[in-house]
């Protein structure tokens, strides 16, 4: 969106650059403030020298990062961290502090395989690890409700239990940690959905000639554009997760279940005496976030069409990162998908770097930075408000 | 986790045991059931229940009777016996020696985990602290040992405590970053300590995999020169191609036994565990809160890393990376046995005896040995929730005298004796 798109609004009347400015800035720590400085100029830097010195080791690192093979990758890597953000925003905005989304990714991505294995599609192998992940999400909300368990422990013994069952169950049916290859997710222009899969690859024909950005050549399709061709060229997961992040606002903000989770993770009593069954709108949360990590994690094992189970699994920390992922976007859904797309770009870039070789970097510790990155942004943004009673149980009056 | 440290001791155990018999229990089940997914010639193991019951009544064979690839009675016979070898005749045998091995290391990373907790802290990190600990004490001794080899028995007394300071150090540090990150910048402890877990691993294979840092230039293999025999622990009585040390076991006991006493009956362990239960009086009554929980992650990640140490200088004798889970089994350890330090000793035999059990059941039997981190989360789970044995325990009478107070419910009551 450029300056000229901007309609001031009755209450923030200033110019863009000004909000923006508050927007990073005000409010903020020193430190916190001096790191967005820097990042801000190392991005501005970083997009210079690609502009005007692409044989550079920073221009070479520019086009690395803005070639459509990286957003096509970051989308892909976001699948998972997205929804897994998305299920945590639900349980603890209700009150119920899920840290054992890895755990849902694990068997969701196991069951995902195995499923779309016996059925032989893959969308009954979405369905498939959605059920698993939902069932063990049940598991963690009874332990969590019903009886009372520390949430971070159970959370902890959720991911513990998938850790260990998941390759279990991967060596009893495929005889390796590792199941077979199974189908995967065909991608916008391979589905053949009438007119959207033409319309993609349709050549639009025609040239822009830009003022600062220079000569757009859009001969090509819309799968042909440089950088967000990706976008139109993603597989079905990709476009689920636009639809449920905007979905997840709009139940959050905008509807009643919205207002009763928020309620339930604040002042449970107030719901509680307004006549609203806490337990019931806790129960409901954290089968949502089972239901959204289910979605997230055999999407991930079904962009692959394989289950890796050895040491932390194909997963990889991916459950914890999108805890991360939602503190830094403050709960916010939209937010969460923000920073989620950062912490996988992250992981793209670095993955692509492996790939092509540019740089003589030592992969296992380029391997790092998303991980790296994960601390630096939970120290420094991490502090955010937690729902006052998340982590504690609740308990009705009327119900003893 | 206020509630788990506030139970009574006897509650404790009782509830452990029960855990620990369920997660047997489901374990089974889901080994019958794992048994029913795959395939095999003649089922190990048949459910007659089904067929009985029904034959009784049509008449016929056991028409309905269920038949199982695996059979659960077998396994868990493999899976705890089968870890203690033929210990009546053989006392040294190499099953037994292997179960005393990992129960070693289980002692430290289970006692690490259990000082955070005491602390309120969740060390989730203690596998990353143990690996740091490993390849610092890997790599260091490599250069240190050979020159004082000449010496005998005397290198060896400088060495194992330089290798155990070694470790100590490397996984204090490490564990006091993700300490100072909680304390100062109020980043929660279990993501950190999760995410410097993989960057762990990285590090390690990043300087064990390039000749020009520590790789051995003479394997193939990711791994560091070897260590001098004056470098390692001695066997004592076992046999030496066993890799297992009664010293670094009597070691691994004497600081679970200091690390009781430094809880129980030193100021620091005072300041340490009211910070845990009581984070807000501790601070009331003059306890620095930022301090203790650097201090106290400093501490946990040295005794993790020692546990490295022990691993490199009892089991490998060199560094590998792909370190085993005692850095998760540690978590399940501590969970166990209430974050008792002594209790500590129980579940680290316990754990010893599984881990080395799921080489016997690998080597015995069609099921896949992963099912010990099956069981690693249920026990866990099972743990974790007190209230569920509570509430049984009401139902079936026995647990709790009538008109008791139920222990330390969420009202705060604190019913419960702390010890």
Not at chain 1, 146 to 173: H, K, M, T, Y
């Amino acid at each position: 969106m450029s300056s000229a798109d901007y309609v001031p609004s009755a209450s923030d009347v200033r110019a863009l650059p000004e909000r923006a400015y508050d927007r990073l800035f005000a409010g903020r720590s020193r430190v916190q403030q001096s790191v967005i400085a820097i990042t801000l100029a190392a991005v501005l830097s970083l997009v210079a020298f690609g502009v005007f010195a692409p044989e550079s080791t920073a221009g070479r690192l520019f086009a690395v990062l803005t070639a459509s093979s990286t957003l096509a990758a970051t989308l892909r890597l976001s699948v998972p961290i997205a929804f897994a953000a998305l299920g945590g925003i639900f349980a603890e905005k209700s009150g119920v502090i899920n840290i054992g989304l890895e755990g849902l990714l694990i068997i969701a991505a196991f069951t995902g395989i195995y499923a779309t294995d016996v059925t032989g599609s893959v969308w009954y192998g979405l369905a498939g690890g959605v059920v698993a992940s939902t069932l063990l999400a049940a598991l963690f909300a009874v332990v969590c409700i019903e009886f009372r368990a520390d949430q971070i422990i159970a959370g902890l013994a959720v991911w513990l239990i998938a850790l260990g069952l998941a390759p279990f169950l991967s060596s009893v049916i495929y005889g390796s940690k590792n199941t077979d290859s199974v189908a995967t997710f065909p991608t916008l222009t391979d589905m053949g959905i009438p007119f959207v899969s033409e319309f993609v690859t349709w050549e639009l024909g025609f040239v822009l000639d830009l003022p600062v950005v220079g000569v757009l050549d859009l001969q090509s399709s819309l799968v042909g554009l440089p950088f967000f061709g990706a976008l139109f060229d993603a597989g079905p997961p990709v476009y689920l997760m636009f639809a449920a992040v905007a979905l997840s606002w709009y139940t959050l903000n905008r509807t009643a279940f919205g207002r009763w989770v928020k309620a339930s993770g604040e002042n449970p009593k107030a719901l509680d005496t307004a006549g609203v069954n806490v337990h019931r709108v806790r129960y409901v949360a954290v089968l949502l976030s089972g239901v959204l990590a289910g979605v997230g994690g055999a999407a991930l094992a079904l962009g692959i069409g394989q289950f890796t189970g050895n040491g932390p699994t194909m997963v990889n920390g991916k459950g914890f990162i999108a805890i991360v992922a939602y503190l830094f976007g403050n709960y916010n859904p939209v937010g969460a998908l923000a920073s989620t797309m950062l912490f996988a770009g992250l992981d793209a870039t670095q993955l692509t770097l492996q790939a092509r070789d540019v740089f003589n970097v030592p992969t296992e510790l380029v391997r790092t930075i998303p991980y790296i990155t994960v601390i630096v942004v939970l120290a420094l943004f991490g502090r955010t408000r937690l729902p006052s009673a998340a982590g504690d149980h609740y308990e009705s009056g009327e119900d003893e | 986790m206020g509630r788990l440290v506030r139970a009574s001791g006897f509650e404790r155990f009782l509830i452990s045991a029960s855990a620990l018999l369920l997660s047997v229990l489901i374990g089974a089940v889901i080994v019958l059931g794992a048994g029913r997914m795959t395939s095999c010639e003649t089922a190990a193991y048949t459910l007659a229940f089904p067929g009985a019951f029904v034959t009784q009544f049509v008449g016929g064979d056991a028409l309905f009777a269920m038949g199982f690839c695996y059979d659960p009675i077998a396994l868990y016979d493999l899976l705890f016996l089968g870890a203690l070898g033929d210990i009546l005749n053989d006392p040294t045998n190499g099953q037994f020696a292997t179960t005393i091995a990992e129960t070693t290391i289980l002692l430290f990373t289970g006692v690490a985990v259990a000082v955070a907790f005491r602390a309120g802290i969740f060390n989730i990190g203690a596998q990353g602290q143990l690996v740091m600990g490993a390849l610092v004490t890997g790599v260091v001794l490599v250069y240190v040992a050979p020159p004082l080899a000449g010496l005998g028995v005397f290198a060896a007394v400088i060495l194992l405590p330089l290798g155990l300071l070694l470790g100590a150090f490397a996984g204090g540090v490490y564990g006091a970053v993700p300490g100072a990150l909680k304390a100062y910048a109020d980043a929660n402890e279990v993501i950190t300590t999760i995410m410097l877990n993989f960057v762990a691993t990285s590090i390690a294979l990043f300087f064990v995999s390039r000749e020009q840092f520590f790789k051995d230039p003479e394997s193939f293999a990711n791994q560091t020169v070897s260590l001098p025999d004056v470098a390692m622990f001695p066997e004592l009585v076992f046999r030496a191609r066993d890799d297992v040390s009664l010293l670094a076991l009597a070691f691994g006991i004497a600081v679970l036994v200091g690390v009781w006493y430094l809880l129980r009956h030193t100021s620091f362990g005072y300041d340490l565990r009211t910070s845990g239960l009581q984070p807000d009086a501790a601070e009331y009554g003059g306890v620095d809160a930022d301090r203790t929980i650097v201090s106290s992650m400093t501490l946990s990640g040295a005794l993790a890393g020692i546990g490295g140490a022990v691993y490199v200088m009892m089991v490998l004798g060199n560094f590998q990376p792909g370190v085993p889970s005692y850095g998760f089994d540690g978590i399940t350890v501590s969970i166990l046995a209430g974050n008792n330090p002594l209790g500590v000793g129980f579940a680290a035999l316990l754990f010893g005896i599984l881990k080395s059990g799921s080489i016997v059941v690998q080597v015995g039997s069609d099921v896949p040995p992963a099912l010990v981190g099956v069981l690693r989360g249920l026990i866990i789970l099972f743990v974790a929730m007190p209230e569920f044995f509570r509430m049984a325990g009401r139902k079936f009478g026995s647990f709790h005298q009538p008109g008791e107070q139920p222990v330390a419910t969420d009202g705060g009551t604190g019913g419960g004796v702390d010890e």
